[in-house]
């Protein structure tokens, strides 16, 4: 079964910084990429960042020049570090991870439970 499991959210006054960390584990996992999603209460799922496996990134405007994605493809690790944070930023971040499990030959997809960010003003 693959998990990704998620950590680093919390509560941090504007201007401040976090760094969200997601590994994803799982016997046969072959990771084509991994990304951020943010969904805010009453708002849709977002994309905020992702990265492939070869070091492509694509992020939200919202979040240009302020949060960098990262990855670590040994450890099947994504890294989002948020910096200059923003209460328009409070919101579920989501861990999301694709590619081919098992003997399966077909693109997957796999979610974290999300962890909180609170950006108080």
């Known amino acids: 079964q693959v998990q990704l499991v998620e950590s680093g959210g919390g509560l941090v006054q504007a201007g401040g910084s976090l760094r969200l960390s997601c590994a994803a584990s799982?016997?046969?996992?072959?990771?084509?990429?991994m990304g951020w999603y943010r969904q805010a209460p009453g708002k849709q799922r977002d994309l905020v960042a992702r990265?492939?496996?070869?070091?492509?990134?694509n992020y939200a405007d919202s979040v240009k020049g302020r949060f960098t994605i990262s990855k670590d493809n040994a450890k099947n690790t994504v890294y989002l570090q948020m910096n200059s944070l923003k209460p328009e930023d409070t919101a579920v971040y989501y861990c999301?991870?694709?590619?081919?499990?098992?003997?399966?030959?077909?693109?997957?997809?796999?979610w974290g439970q999300g962890t909180q960010v609170t950006v108080s003003s």
């Open positions: 799982g016997s046969g996992l072959s990771i084509n990429a």
């Open positions: 990265i492939t496996s070869g070091g492509s990134t």
């Open positions: 999301n991870a694709d590619g081919y499990y098992g003997v399966s030959w077909y693109l997957r997809d796999w």
